[in-house]
């Protein structure tokens, strides 16, 4: 199993950028995907952008150009950096990761976006 514990999540105006964190506990060699998900109210858990053990990237339409995932393997973080925030970009943002018989996900950090 994995635990995952996001932080970064904050107030920022349109236009601005934020970067979350994603801090894993236990074998970070045993997840085959790691991604960032967002959830706004009303609207249902949306995948932002993943990332795959082997470093291929994909990326929701909604955020591609602005926001970048990058992992540092030897700090067991998987980084999501957002530039050009929308005030449609507030959301909690949660991370995910999905290895062998197991999914985890961290206790989300809020974003919002003012305009």
């Known amino acids: 199993q994995v635990r995952l514990v996001e932080s970064g999540g904050g107030l920022v105006q349109a236009g601005g950028s934020l970067r979350l964190s994603c801090a894993a506990s236990g074998s970070f060699f045993s997840i085959n995907v790691m991604g960032w998900y967002r959830q706004a109210p009303r609207n249902q858990r949306e995948l932002v952008a993943a990332m795959t053990r082997g470093g291929a990237i994909s990326y929701s339409d909604l955020v591609e150009g602005r926001f970048t995932i990058s992992r540092d393997i030897a700090k067991n973080t998987v980084y999501l950096q957002m530039n050009s925030l929308k005030p449609e970009d507030t959301a909690v943002y949660y991370c995910?990761?999905?290895?062998?018989?197991?999914?985890?996900w961290g206790q989300g950090t809020q974003v919002t976006v003012s305009s």
């Open positions: 995910n990761a999905v290895g062998p018989g197991f999914g985890s």
